[in-house]
């Protein structure tokens, strides 16, 4: 159950060194066994299952069926659509033909939906990177863009990701367009921004990778949180992206210590990207550890009283980021290349209904 101790919740772990089973065929005992990913992780106490969607696939019907099935995914973010180069091109010109594309039908289809991303160092229109501003009229822009994209869905975001890593691994501000104009202050300002402008009870998270330890990045983030928590700065959640490696990822206790260190605070958290990539070629044994990884982070989720829920991006093999930002990486979702459910899915759903 969701609000277990710690104490108790460990007690459980060793599900993860169990084989997950997988669905028996025409046996109807066994159909509801798995009646999606966001069925049985309500059950299990939290909010949404969720997942990225991407543009590119939408004509491809079989996908985008899955895609909008609330029993699998009660949550979608556009994997791209309301990112900056997208929805400002031109300087003060707003564009939300690709975001709309998901979020209608996310709609329609009574998905909840977390949107991303405000502010960001990548993927930002020409017009913002190629000219110099000064200190006040980037200010400015980033207010503009923010008020623009908060009101176009001032009633459609169930979270918003504010800004997007924003550190380094060492723990130090990335050397971006923001802080280099505005210095580290413009965080805070993003978020006195998107407080502003968004509805009240839309929730306003910090957003990155690398975070799901202990380490230095987490606890500079912690840091930064503590101040504006104790400042009054409207920060309402912490996004762990959770982009994990087989072989590499972080254990169960790795994800509930980081996010615990946000809990600590009296925040909100969510695993917010989460996928497993396969350093290929692919074998069993390497979607056996695929499985249990997916499953333990789920789990740290499930655990920890603050996480609301898990988003993973996007959930079909072709369509993930991975094979092209990590050259000889792939097969990081939870559906085949055949669009056929991998033993990470059906790791997921047991470890959910054993809940
Ligand atoms: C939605 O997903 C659930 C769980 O996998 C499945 O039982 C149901 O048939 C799906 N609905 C549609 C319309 O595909
Ligand atoms: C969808 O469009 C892409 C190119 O944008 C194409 O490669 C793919 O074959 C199309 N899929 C379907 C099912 O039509
Ligand atoms: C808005 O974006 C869409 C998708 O990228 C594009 O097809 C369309 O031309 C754009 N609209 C305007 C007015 O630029
Ligand atoms: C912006 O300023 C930096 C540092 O002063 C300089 O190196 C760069 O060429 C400038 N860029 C433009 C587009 O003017
Ligand atoms: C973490 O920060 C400490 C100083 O605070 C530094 O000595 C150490 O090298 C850092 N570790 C990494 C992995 O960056
Ligand atoms: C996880 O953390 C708990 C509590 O700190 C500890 O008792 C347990 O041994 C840890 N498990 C592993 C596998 O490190």
Known sequence: MKFASFSVALAVLPFLSAS????????????????????LAKRAGLLYFGTAIDNVVLNNTAYVTIAHNRSEFGQVTPSNGLKWMYTEPSRNVFNYTMANEIIKPAIKAHQIRRCHTFVWHNQLPDWLTSKNYTKPELIGILEN???HEARAYYDKCYAWDVVNEAFNDDGTLRDDLWLQTIGPEYIELAFRFARKYTSPWTRLYYNDYGIERVNNKSLA???VVKDFVKRGVPIDGVGLQ????????????????????FTK??????LTELDVRVDLPDTAAKQKTQADVYAAS??????????VGVTVWDFWDPV???PSTFPGYGNACLWDDALKRKPAYYAISDM????
């Not at 089973?21 to 009646?35: I, L, M, Q, V």
């Not at 789920?298 to 655990?303: E, I, L, R, S, T």
């Not at 959910?352 to 809940?355: V, Y």
């Open 20 to 39: 997950p089973t997988y669905p028996k065929s025409g046996h109807h005992a066994e159909r509801n066994k798995y009646p999606g990913l966001d069925v």
């Open 265 to 270: 605070l009296g925040l909100e958290t969510a």
């Open 145 to 147: 863009h923010i008020k």
């Open 352 to 355: 959910l209904r054993d809940e």
């Open 242 to 261: 959770a982009h994990f490696t087989v072989g590499r990822a972080p254990s169960y206790n790795d994800t509930r210590s980081a996010l615990n260190l």
């Open 320 to 322: 993930s980021w991975v």
């Open 221 to 223: 983030l912690q840091k």
């Open 298 to 307: 789920v789990k740290a989720c499930v655990d920890e009283e603050s996480c």
